[in-house]
């Protein structure tokens, strides 16, 4: 089954940038999803932005404009460039993978963490103001 690890997070001022790297490995499939979640103190864990197999991408409304989430398939790695971090985004963040669900004539991902069925460790980032 895929493995993933998420780089070292890290300590920001608020209005900082911050790119987060996934290594993935395992068997290859296609149809997949995967993206990054997060998780605070207290509260549920919330998807942040997923990419499917083909390239598209879905955002949570927080990080819209804000962050970029992209993969390159030859390194097997996915990223997701934050800027202009806020308190609010402190969190600890997990890279996840899952296949693709199907209906309608087409495979596509949800931003929950549900559909996702492998998950690295968890890397911390705090946002001071």
């Known amino acids: 089954h895929a493995q993933l690890v998420e780089s070292v997070g890290g300590l920001l001022q608020s209005g900082g940038s911050l790119i987060l790297f996934c290594a993935a490995s395992?068997?290859?499939?296609?149809?997949?999803?995967i993206g990054w979640f997060r998780q605070a103190p207290g509260k549920e864990r919330e998807g942040v932005a997923v990419i499917d197999s083909d390239g598209g991408t879905t955002y949570a409304d927080s990080a819209k404009g804000r962050f970029t989430i992209s993969q390159d398939n030859a390194k097997n790695t996915l990223y997701l460039q934050m800027n202009s971090l806020k308190p609010e985004d402190t969190a600890m963040y997990y890279c996840?993978?899952?296949?693709?669900?199907?209906?309608?004539?087409?495979?596509?991902?949800?931003?929950?963490?549900?559909?996702?069925?492998?998950w690295g460790q968890g890397t911390q980032v705090t946002v001071s103001s």
């Open positions: 996840a993978a899952g296949l693709a669900y199907y209906g309608g004539g087409y495979y596509y991902c949800i931003i929950q963490p549900s559909q996702y069925s492998y």
């Open positions: 395992g068997p290859t499939r296609r149809n997949y999803c």
